[in-house]
T-cell receptor, first 112, second 114 residues
């Protein structure tokens, strides 16, 4: 089955700086890679996703890059704000309707 | 558009008891997936329901079972509760077919087994 690894497990940045979270996956058949933000006491919220036919996707301050050859993808948050503080999870999915495999999460703290 | 809802929010049970958790999928979605999230971990896939039938299962024992109803809502049942079953149980709804992958999560049910 698929194995998703995520680094770092914790990340602290100053407000306004950028944050980068990296994930690797093992199954070359995976073709959909979402990122979720989970705040304390809440369920994961989908913030951005990318499919294997695209190398990069951007949505305002958030971007995701995918390297299919190396089997890794990354989340980039620019101009970080205190409200970006949360746990972020990456995931991989082989086909629509199939299960998601999640990373172990990155706890991001943005220091005002 | 109504989001994914789950009930109850919190639940405390004792070892050996049985529990039923409920999920209402997002409007227009026909598939429900259940995940278990232990403290400090990523969600782990339990199973998925599509058209009222199990459509994939993770590495969980048979005492974890589920149902999906004609209105696409779903239940997760856990029998013979063990201490390690203490976790946040998440329901995610999606629209299967047409190559759509996106899953949207509910707020979860926090289960504590004493």
């Amino acid at each position: 089955g698929e194995n998703v690894e995520q680094h770092p497990s914790t990340l602290s940045v100053q407000e306004g700086d950028s944050a980068v979270i990296k994930c690797t996956y093992s199954d070359s058949a995976s073709n959909y890679f979402p990122w979720y933000k989970q705040e304390l006491g809440k369920g994961p919220q989908l913030i951005i996703d990318i499919r294997s036919n695209v190398g990069e996707k951007k949505d305002q301050r958030i971007a995701v890059t995918l390297n299919k050859t190396a089997k890794h993808f990354s989340l980039h948050i620019t101009e970080t704000q205190p409200e970006d503080s949360a746990v972020y999870f990456c995931a991989a999915n082989e086909r629509a309707g199939n299960q998601f495999y999640f990373g172990t999460g990155t706890s991001l703290t943005v220091i005002p | 558009e109504t989001g994914v809802t789950q009930s109850p929010t919190h639940l405390i049970k004792t070892r050996g008891q049985q529990v039923t958790l409920r999920c209402s999928s997002q409007s227009g979605h026909n598939t429900v997936s259940w995940y278990q999230q232990a403290l400090g971990q990523g969600p782990q896939f339990i199973f998925q329901y599509y058209r009222e039938e199990e459509n994939g299962r993770g590495n969980f024992p048979p005492r974890f079972s589920g149902l999906q109803f004609p209105n696409y809502s779903s239940e997760l049942n856990v029998n013979a509760l063990e201490l390690d079953d203490s976790a946040l149980y998440l329901c995610a709804s999606s629209l299967s077919g047409r190559g759509r992958n996106e899953q949207f999560f509910g707020p979860g049910t926090r289960l504590t087994v004493l």
